[in-house]
């Protein structure tokens, strides 16, 4: 029983036929072409860089340490006479030893430091809006590439239709010519049409592959030459503005805004504290000609309390910064508006166009059995009914490129808008 029951299991897996490879879709493109793109590395770079410029801020709360080493000869230093010959006043010497070291402690800095990190931050922010808006080019591109394949596939169907019925016919009346009903020319009208196609189908390929090797370089993935992609089915729902620019410009302001806030408290106290510990000749007391030790500890504040309007112009010019962003953000909303405009009255143009489609194809339907009929019977000539066949055809092929330029048009304009 059981050699019987694997022997079924194996046959089960060898009769039934392995599913076909599911479809590419356009989402799976656009994701691919923003996780393969090479400027996704710079998000993680501009995180590095922040993170060491923080770090470098971080390190003023640190005491800072600097020695120095002097030697120095001077032609006169502090002295006077002696009032008589038996008493002599020291005299600091005019060749000068110092090494000391110079230690200072930030206490209060005004909230510098804080407003500092503030900015560096606001900077990453802005500078991986800039990047968002960067990768979001990019998907202009892969919608544009992903229809066009879509619309050499359907041309490659309608071809592949035609030829198929063409060679029906070229069948029918080849019989004829044989039994010297029709003449041979009848005949070699459908021959010389189907290498038409043929030549289209050729050149269909060609574009077909080109635009499937575009799709690899902006997806970095290898695509086989019989991949099928899906048609991306979108709506034309009324959706608000969600573009990374309009992110971008609010990073803008916020950066601005920080810089600001620096430059506020720029002008703010500092207090520090300071330490001093040397050896040297002379020491403080200047006139004792003897190498010595010295130190001295203290505070010291620093507090620029007037800079000539300087900090006020540098406010005034954020402002007027902050002005123009906002005329950048209202000029590329204004933009947006135009392109969408159209591309809605494309949309509506497109709908009302298929209302009519089916209808023009039944009549051409009608006109080609007409014409194979008459073309039976011997009363219609082979180019009169590759006319007709191929005006039935070109009617096809027009609806279904309508469908995929309203489904194209649709989906433009749910990437204009940022969807």
Known sequence: MRQIGFFLIVCMIVIVPQGKAQPVSLDECLLLSRETYPLQ?????????TELRLKNLNARYYPTMDVTGQFSWQNDVPH??????TFKVPKAPQDQYKAYVDVR?????????KAAKGVELSQQNMQHQNLEVELYQVRAQVIQTYFLVLVIDEQLRQVDYRMDILKKRLEEVQSGVENGMVLQSEADAFRVELLKLEQERFAMEEGRRSGIEILTELTGKEFPSDV???????????????????????????????????????RMPVIAGFGQLGYGNPGYNLLKDEFDTFYMVG????????????????????????????AR???????IRLVSGDVKARIRQLERIMEKDDEIIALR???????????????????????DFNAESLAILAREMHRIELNRARREMQNILGY
């Open 365 to 387: 339907k009608r006109i080609t059995q007409s014409a194979q009929s008459r073309l039976s019977n011997g009363t219609y000539t082979a180019a009169d009914y590759i006319t």
């Open 80 to 85: 006077f006479n002696s009032p008589t010959a």
């Open 299 to 326: 505070l010291r504040l620093n507090w620029k309390i007037w800079d000539w309007k300087e900090t006020a112009r540098k406010k005034d010019v954020l402002k007027l910064q902050a002005q123009s962003v906002n």
């Open 41 to 49: 590395s710079e998000f993680s770079n501009v995180k590095q860089q």
């Open 105 to 113: 402690q930030v206490i209060y800095d005004g909230g510098m430091t």
């Open 329 to 335: 953000e209202a000029t590329f909303e204004k933009n």
């Open 228 to 266: 099928s992609f899906a048609m991306p089915m979108s709506e034309t729902a009324e959706q608000t503005l969600n573009r990374p620019e309009l992110t971008l410009f609010d990073a803008q302001r916020l950066q601005l805004e920080s810089v600001q806030k620096l430059t506020t408290q720029q």
